[in-house]
């Protein structure tokens, strides 16, 4: 069910919305302590992910922030978009001709700046200069997200392999075996970590001779993840006071693009 008001860019359209809502009602429509539409709850936490404004910003014509605020939390810790991003991979996989579970992986991290609501929690990355959160993530060989950690912009990449790794295999039943990562990843305790998970770490290195940007085998992938993740205003820069909700604001960014993707190809099916 629509409303009247004009739509945002951020909203979810009705194919989108079909995939989706299974994994977002916790509880009934006709549940008597709701007062707004689920979808217009979704379309206001899409609009404060996209476009980045504060919660107290929501525009009037969708839900109060607090309610919107409310069930973006309850959705969080409910792990909905971790399991709508899990089934999605799966189906885009297949229609891209993959086995529903990848065997390869891209590692690699991106530093987020830090904000006042980061606090304590922000570290002081020497190599980017830049004091705040390091995203620590991990995506099949498509660029679908497969996990990711939050931590410390102090932290080393190669301290966050055994956690990485352990939480690519949940998410894939076992499946991966082969991971590619930066220069960052070099060393035998990172190789060692990721062994114990049953995954051999490639290391992807430019060539001895290079001169200015190299687009370099594989590695590419990630990087062009992270470039779709920039597109959302609220993830360019640490505005979150815990980690674990900067890490599902990170689902419910690739989420949105995932279910544009299977959304075109229902679309696709049903005009054929």
Request: charge should be positive; aromatic fraction near 8%; include cysteine.
């Amino acid at each position: 069910m629509m409303t009247a008001r004009k739509p945002y860019p951020s909203d979810v359209s009705d194919e989108e919305w079909a995939l989706a809502v299974p994994y977002l009602t916790l509880l009934p429509e006709t549940a008597g302590q709701r007062t707004h539409l689920l979808r217009e709850a979704f379309d206001g936490l899409r609009y404060v992910v996209r476009h980045g404004i504060p919660w107290r910003a929501m525009p009037h014509d969708l839900p109060p922030w607090h309610a919107v605020y409310d069930q973006a939390m309850r959705w969080l810790r409910a792990g909905c978009f971790e399991m709508l991003a899990h089934d999605l991979r799966a189906v885009l996989r297949l229609a891209a001709g993959r086995r529903e579970e990848p065997s390869a992986a891209i590692l690699d991290s991106r530093t987020l700046r830090g904000t006042p609501e980061s606090g304590a929690r922000a570290g002081w990355d020497g190599h980017k200069r830049t004091r705040g959160s390091k995203l620590h993530l991990a995506v099949d060989t498509l660029g679908h997200l497969l996990a990711l950690r939050v931590t410390a912009a102090s932290e080393n990449d190669r301290a966050a392999v055994a956690e990485l790794a352990e939480a690519v295999q949940d998410a894939t039943g076992e499946n991966v075996t082969l991971a590619y990562v930066d220069q960052g990843y070099t060393g035998e305790r990172p190789a060692e970590a990721a062994r114990a998970h049953g995954i051999v770490l490639e290391v992807v290195a430019p060539p001895a001779a290079k001169r200015g940007f190299v687009l370099l085998p594989r590695r590419w992938v990630v990087e062009r993840s992270f470039a779709w993740m920039a597109r959302c205003r609220r993830l360019a820069r640490d505005h979150e006071r815990l980690p674990e909700t900067l890490a599902g604001f990170h689902f419910v960014a690739f989420t949105g693009l995932m279910l544009r993707r299977a959304g075109d190809l229902a679309l696709v099916r049903n005009t054929l």
